[in-house]
């Protein structure tokens, strides 16, 4: 047991900090940090600056153009750039689909979408979740029908994050309706300017556009746009959710805010204290600090111990359940810091270029909308009661 | 010891349920309303004088119909339940409790607040003062025989569609004195106005004072003693408003659970989530109970009062919490949307902790009305 | 709504405490309030002299000895006894068996059985759990075969509180067992001095004896002791689960509990501070008070919807379960209120006559004991577990 | 980083595990322990030091063979999974640290607890000062050359036993300051002595002293550090030992769900109770990091090393409370029985709050430490 970084692991995080001081523009940071709304082209300047400098597949082996870091190394990757206020990788094309792309794509679909994931050139959505499809993926009505050199796609997904940005989407659709659900199902990349995709915005409980509905009316997808054979869609599906990801229970996310918590709570007054000294409220921040501080160690022990090869099924479903809680308290906090500041809600406020006084200190726009967008974390990638349910089966066997 | 409404109560409450039925029940979404540029329905407004809402807000000694506790739980409760945004919280409860507590003449004030012509805002919170009563930076200077106030108030409820604003400003001492304050009328519009909505979609501004005329109405003891009867009033009224809001939640919440499926059964089917059900059905109840309790015994003197009215605000802001959050977690990604009206409740529960002390304030406040 | 007690309701208050005053052994209440261990008799004493008052069966009907009280009247009968420190009234004849036989018995049982009781000549135990049926009671195992004039009994019961005291048991038993489980079982009354009946003590986790096992081996049991006919039992005994309990919640043990919380809590000082005064440990007593004066309330709501004929058989669920977690509560504010004073344990200071010097003072003797078997409330009559299942099926039709 | 024990380390650990399965195999009951007349058994104890399992909690510097955060933790999770009774909290942690915080040559005491020649018991806490590390009423008088205690020590773990006693006492000052203090060391048994069981089935001792001669080990600023770094290596080693009892409360309540049935259906099958276990196993994870984060920095500076020996007991008295209530209560009836060994080791999980500093004290350790 050694809870000291190495000298190297160190030395990695300087350079990690001091590229990011160096490419990541300085008029983005800010947009990130002060909760601005980003443009696509926010995300992939970032983005290519990453891609150029060998960052970007942090989960792709090297051949691929990965990074072949070690855990330890992709988790401090990831506090940095959470700690330099980086938009985030948008993982759809990166995280979700390229290592699925590596393990069954054909080396034709290889070569041609993995560089252009590299490069920027495809921004991926992820085509799951249907209106009837939440927690029981296995139940999608997406439809696709063989006709001979094409299938003709037809139905509905749903929750598709950024995917208004994007011009391609992988799907899981139905060629088979005839056998259990789980293997009549296929997945599909689908072009998105093709004719017949309408993508419609869902607007949020905080007012904003961030999730779409994905409409597919008589769609033709060229048969060589199937992954993998027809009807195993299943197993490349449950393969994407369950790969290793260093990330999933947000520690940076967590870290990042309760320093934002105890920063705002020592300018905060409470009858006439700082809030960082009230013993109720400090009392409350310092539980969650704890619980922050564990989770940190949980993780660690967790990625570290997957990238000694033990498999980490489990314990992802316990990172995120946990993670998801441990990140809406530090919401639930700092919209409880604010007091009645967290009333007024200017929208423009988060508009590049609004330059108006704000209302109370500048950060507190935010925090009310974070609080409540942020509902979203146990609720989305398999709500934490479909991880509850994974892990009973898988722990208990019961 | 009974738990019933009386006739006349149970009266009052049928039509005012039939008459936010009648209006709120066209519209589909509590954002429409927010939408608006007075951030209300003056309509609505005026139709709820002419049924007695507003007069059932205010004592008979101002020719009200109400006044009381109860007549508040019973009238909020319904209020929560529509997410009404008419200004019966500002103008209603606050600046007619305001008045009430001046001791001085204000009778022409109310009558125009029971006839629904006048909104006047009670203007108290600043930017810094939390939760605190005695917070007051706004300052108030006597020259010759006129009151100037200068400073900015914030979050000043239906701010913008006041024609009288009821202000608390320091005459001396400092920011966080009891002593020194006094509470003053503003007739004109003189004064800088930022308005905005809020994020559960009401009506706030911020307002700005610079030498701007005023009446006095009370100061030191009186004026203080104000602040917090005003305060504790809106405290009953939004706890009183979240029950009605916490059922809506609930009940929104069981109809979704027997109307999707997932594998094959409605998810309410599911045990895990039906005793996580039964949870925030007991946390309602108490909740409730604690609500009742703090009505029926709002006519008590001062200490059993407050104690009972930051119980119930105290519990509100536990309990609101716990079923915003499992109503949305229940709910699932649907919950989260803008078009399905769950948010709304979900977004005025939660900034009703916001509201005249959070849920840490009271547990304070209580404990000082208990002599701990 | 009207939150006074009448003029009435006030002066029966008072007419309580005063027979309270007079009639309570003061030796007999210091051994409840210093949680001393009671004998049979400290419990007879009691019991016989509301008797001779006429107040020991409060929810008997006048006609059968029941004194015709309101539920408010119950209410502050149930809150005077507690205040006082009397013996808990032992409720298996008095409140489960006594209304299934006022319902259902023969007029011959009740002329025999119901007299018995009120002159405490009878100590009825209650024979429904076994060991291989908690929650799931129709799954019991005893079984009770037609010999003619009498039953054979066979089986076990379990938990059986105050067994030991006992000289009859109401038991569950099968009496067919070739149909639904619910439609062959019996409701007998049976003397525990017949030949085959052995009561077992079971020790609890605070090292008392207050629950037994109760064998039957052979036991002959006449049928006139048969209650109603023969496999309608499971209608007995769920009127006698269900049947109205103003008691369920137990808010006098937990309105009195904090009382004494608080009091204490301004004698015992951390870091030179009350902890009445400690801003962490008053603000938890607070929260509890609040929950507590809320629970009294949804409480009296209850009993006085219940008064006027409203069926409250889901809300005494909702009850049970919040009451027990509150009561729960109260012993795990009181355990950590006393510090490591909850160390010692000396089994002998609860004896009768123990009079040495305790260790701290007097009261925190019993203080971790209670919080551990309290756990029970929690358990016993129908886990909270049962009744959120009994809440959900009545309430959501789910 | 890297979270791995060492080869030497989990050679001990599997050494200790073995030798403690074998010795403690046997009892059925752990409350067949607390009948023993010495409070344990002293031929496991004796044993326990020829494996090293007693030097294995104590520095080289000493003679021992380990002595780290991290050795304590493995060898406190092991005491914990089979409640161990004997006395390495009290002589092998506690008094070893208090000695070896004296800044005197204390070898010949070292050897005699590394080779379980002796019980040495530190006496520290009194009746009325609950988890303060300063509250001290006990006397300590200097006539001639001598030093002479007077007043009464409580909770003196494994006192009755104890051939030596560490004993704090004020040579001036106030009952709170931390400035003051002596540590005195008595050899003779000239005090009275009052012996019970705990209710977890431990052994403790009230002792009074009546002008009970005795030799200053130090006083002042390094007997206030002696008794915090005390405290603090108790609190580690019992955080530790609940991390293992954790898991085997967990590991009985799984094997339970598994095998009782209701409705036909094992009890593990119901939803509601399937939520709870996952719950319960990621608040144990939780725990267990928390502890190892404490026992990872438990060499550096102190400020780094109290905060997260407090954040650590802080978790484990929220997360103890959950486990022993919980697993109770899935239990049923049978968890309350005395017969039952999941009882004896809820009892001890819960007085392991009552150990050292409950997790409200921690709380305030861990602002105070983090510098709030």
Same mark, same amino acid.
């Given at each position: 047991?050694?809870?000291?970084?190495?000298?190297?692991?160190?030395?990695?995080?300087?350079?990690?900090?001091?590229?990011?001081?160096?490419?990541?523009?300085?008029?983005?940071?800010?947009?990130?940090?002060?909760?601005?709304?980003?443009?696509?082209?926010?995300?992939?300047?970032?983005?290519?600056?990453?891609?150029?400098?060998?960052?970007?597949?942090?989960?792709?082996?090297?051949?691929?153009?990965?990074?072949?870091?070690?855990?330890?190394?992709?988790?401090?990757?990831?506090?940095?750039?959470?700690?330099?206020?980086?938009?985030?990788? +948008?993982?759809?094309?990166?995280?979700?689909?390229?290592?699925?792309?590596?393990?069954?794509?054909?080396?034709?679909?290889?070569?041609?979408?993995?560089?252009?994931?590299?490069?920027?050139?495809?921004?991926?959505?992820?085509?799951?979740?249907?209106?009837?499809?939440?927690?029981?993926?296995?139940?999608?009505?997406?439809?696709?029908?063989?006709?001979?050199?094409?299938?003709?796609?037809?139905?509905?997904?749903?929750?598709?994050?950024?995917?208004?940005?994007?011009?391609?989407?992988?799907?899981?659709?139905?060629?088979?309706?005839?056998?259990?659900?789980?293997?009549?199902?296929?997945?599909?990349?689908?072009?998105?300017?093709?004719?017949?995709?309408?993508?419609?915005?869902?607007?949020?409980?905080?007012?904003?556009?961030? +999730?779409?509905?994905?409409?597919?009316?008589?769609?033709?997808?060229?048969?060589?746009?199937?992954?993998?054979?027809?009807?195993?869609?299943?197993?490349?599906?449950?393969?994407?959710?369950?790969?290793?990801?260093?990330?999933?229970?947000?520690?940076?996310?967590?870290?990042?805010?309760?320093?934002?918590?105890?920063?705002?709570?020592?300018?905060?007054?409470?009858?006439?204290?700082?809030?960082?000294?009230?013993?109720?409220?400090?009392?409350?921040?310092?539980?969650?600090?704890?619980?922050?501080?564990?989770?940190?160690?949980?993780?660690?022990?967790?990625?570290?111990?997957?990238?000694?090869?033990?498999?980490?099924?489990?314990?992802?479903?316990?990172?995120?359940?946990?993670?998801?809680?441990?990140?809406?308290?530090?919401?639930?906090?700092?919209?409880?810091?604010?007091?009645?500041?967290?009333?007024?809600?200017?929208?423009?406020?988060?508009?590049?270029?609004?330059?108006?006084?704000?209302?109370?200190?500048?950060? +507190?726009?935010?925090?009310?909308?974070?609080?409540?967008?942020?509902?979203?974390?146990?609720?989305?990638?398999?709500?934490?009661?479909?991880?509850?349910?994974?892990?009973?089966?898988?722990?208990?066997?019961? | 010891?009974?738990?019933?409404?009386?006739? &006349?109560?149970?009266?009052?409450?049928?039509?005012?349920?039939?008459?936010?039925?009648?209006?709120?029940?066209?519209?589909?979404?509590?954002?429409?309303?927010? /939408?608006?540029?007075?951030?209300?329905?003056?309509?609505?407004?005026?139709?709820?004088?002419?049924?007695?809402?507003?007069?059932?807000?205010?004592?008979?000694?101002?020719?009200?119909?109400?006044?009381?506790?109860?007549?508040?739980?019973?009238?909020?409760?319904?209020?929560?339940?529509?997410?009404?945004?008419?200004?019966?919280?500002?103008?209603?409860?606050?600046?007619?409790?305001?008045?009430?507590?001046?001791?001085?003449?204000?009778?022409?004030?109310?009558?125009?607040?029971?006839?629904?012509?006048?909104?006047?805002?009670?203007?108290?919170?600043?930017?810094?003062?939390?939760?605190?009563?005695?917070?007051?930076?706004?300052?108030?200077?006597?020259?010759?025989?006129?009151?100037?106030?200068?400073?900015?108030?914030?979050?000043?409820?239906?701010?913008?569609?006041?024609?009288?604003?009821?202000?608390?400003?320091?005459?001396?001492?400092?920011?966080?004195?009891?002593?020194?304050?006094?509470?003053?009328?503003?007739?004109?519009?003189?004064?800088?106005?930022?308005?905005?909505?809020?994020?559960?979609?009401?009506?706030?501004?911020?307002?700005?004072?610079?030498?701007?005329?005023?009446?006095?109405?009370?100061?030191?003891?009186?004026?203080?003693?104000?602040?917090?009867?005003?305060?504790?009033?809106?405290?009953?009224?939004?706890?009183?408003?979240?029950?009605?809001?916490?059922?809506?939640?609930?009940?929104?919440?069981?109809?979704?659970?027997?109307?999707?499926?997932?594998?094959?059964?409605?998810?309410?089917?599911?045990?895990?989530?039906?005793?996580?059900?039964?949870?925030?059905?007991?946390?309602?109840?108490?909740?409730?109970?604690?609500?009742?309790?703090?009505?029926?015994?709002?006519?008590?003197?001062?200490?059993?009062?407050?104690?009972?009215?930051?119980?119930?605000?105290?519990?509100?802001?536990?309990?609101?919490?716990?079923?915003?959050? &499992?109503?949305?977690?229940?709910?699932?990604?649907?919950?989260?949307?803008?078009?399905?009206?769950?948010?709304?409740?979900?977004?005025?529960?939660?900034?009703?902790?916001?509201?005249?002390?959070?849920?840490?304030?009271?547990?304070?406040?209580?404990? /000082?009305?208990?002599?701990?």
């Amino acid at each position: 047991m050694d809870f000291n970084f190495t000298r190297e692991e160190n030395e990695f995080r300087e350079e990690v900090i001091n590229w990011l001081k160096e490419n990541l523009p300085h008029n983005i940071s800010e947009k990130v940090r002060s909760y601005k709304r980003l443009s696509k082209e926010d995300y992939e300047i970032f983005m290519k600056k990453l891609s150029q400098k060998g960052w970007l597949a942090i989960n792709w082996p090297v051949e691929y153009g990965g990074t072949g870091w070690s855990t330890i190394q992709k988790h401090i990757f990831e506090e940095e750039i959470v700690k330099a206020n980086a938009p985030r990788i +948008v993982p759809f094309g990166l995280n979700m689909l390229g290592p699925v792309l590596i393990e069954y794509g054909s080396k034709k679909q290889k070569e041609f979408y993995l560089p252009r994931i590299l490069s920027c050139e495809d921004w991926w959505a992820q085509g799951y979740s249907e209106p009837g499809s939440g927690s029981d993926l296995a139940s999608l009505k997406t439809i696709a029908i063989d006709k001979g050199d094409h299938y003709l796609v037809n139905g509905q997904k749903t929750w598709t994050t950024l995917g208004h940005f994007a011009n391609k989407i992988f799907c899981l659709v139905k060629t088979n309706t005839k056998c259990k659900p789980q293997e009549g199902i296929s997945f599909l990349l689908i072009d998105i300017k093709s004719s017949g995709v309408e993508v419609k915005p869902i607007i949020t409980l905080d007012g904003e556009h961030e +999730v779409n509905e994905v409409w597919f009316t008589d769609v033709k997808v060229p048969k060589e746009n199937l992954l993998g054979e027809e009807n195993k869609g299943w197993t490349y599906a449950k393969y994407l959710l369950t790969h290793e990801r260093t990330g999933i229970a947000g520690v940076p996310y967590s870290k990042s805010a309760i320093e934002h918590l105890k920063k705002i709570s020592s300018t905060i007054y409470n009858n006439g204290i700082p809030l960082i000294k009230d013993p109720i409220f400090s009392s409350q921040i310092a539980e969650l600090e704890i619980d922050i501080n564990a989770m940190e160690i949980f993780n660690l022990r967790t990625v570290s111990a997957a990238s000694e090869g033990k498999a980490p099924a489990m314990e992802s479903s316990l990172l995120k359940i946990k993670g998801s809680i441990i990140r809406q308290k530090t919401c639930d906090l700092l919209r409880k810091a604010i007091g009645p500041m967290a009333l007024p809600y200017i929208s423009e406020q988060f508009d590049e270029g609004w330059n108006e006084e704000p209302i109370g200190p500048e950060y +507190v726009g935010k925090i009310a909308k974070q609080y409540f967008i942020n509902r979203k974390i146990s609720i989305y990638g398999g709500s934490n009661e479909i991880q509850k349910n994974i892990v009973a089966k898988s722990a208990f066997k019961l | 010891m009974h738990f019933n409404l009386s006739e &006349e109560r149970q009266m009052l409450k049928d039509t005012i349920d039939r008459f936010l039925s009648d209006h709120y029940g066209k519209i589909k979404n509590h954002h429409e309303n927010s /939408k608006l540029i007075e951030g209300f329905n003056p309509k609505i407004w005026n139709e709820s004088s002419s049924i007695g809402m507003i007069s059932g807000l205010i004592s008979p000694k101002y020719k009200g119909l109400g006044g009381t506790g109860e007549d508040i739980m019973i009238i909020f409760e319904l209020i929560g339940k529509y997410l009404c945004v008419e200004p019966f919280l500002s103008t209603g409860v606050m600046s007619s409790t305001a008045l009430s507590s001046c001791n001085i003449n204000v009778e022409q004030l109310m009558d125009d607040i029971i006839s629904g012509k006048k909104i006047i805002s009670f203007a108290h919170s600043e930017v810094e003062s939390r939760y605190d009563d005695s917070y007051i930076n706004v300052k108030a200077t006597q020259k010759d025989d006129f009151w100037y106030i200068n400073g900015t108030k914030s979050f000043v409820l239906n701010g913008d569609q006041a024609s009288v604003l009821l202000v608390s400003a320091r005459i001396n001492g400092d920011t966080l004195d009891e002593n020194g304050i006094g509470i003053f009328k503003i007739n004109s519009k003189d004064y800088e106005i930022r308005p905005y909505n809020t994020i559960d979609g009401y009506r706030a501004s911020e307002i700005t004072f610079n030498n701007v005329t005023a009446s006095l109405m009370c100061k030191d003891e009186i004026a203080y003693n104000c602040i917090l009867e005003t305060n504790y009033a809106a405290a009953l009224a939004v706890s009183s408003e979240a029950i009605g809001i916490m059922q809506k939640c609930f009940d929104l919440t069981v109809d979704y659970l027997k109307t999707r499926t997932q594998f094959g059964k409605t998810i309410g089917s599911f045990q895990a989530l039906q005793h996580r059900m039964v949870d925030l059905m007991i946390e309602i109840e108490q909740a409730k109970s604690s609500v009742m309790l703090a009505a029926g015994t709002y006519e008590s003197e001062k200490n059993i009062k407050y104690r009972n009215v930051s119980a119930a605000k105290n519990l509100i802001g536990r309990v609101g919490k716990l079923v915003a959050e &499992e109503c949305i977690q229940l709910h699932g990604g649907i919950g989260m949307t803008w078009e399905y009206n769950l948010q709304n409740y979900a977004k005025r529960l939660i900034m009703i902790d916001h509201l005249m002390g959070d849920s840490d304030h009271h547990i304070e406040k209580f404990k /000082k009305f208990s002599k701990y």
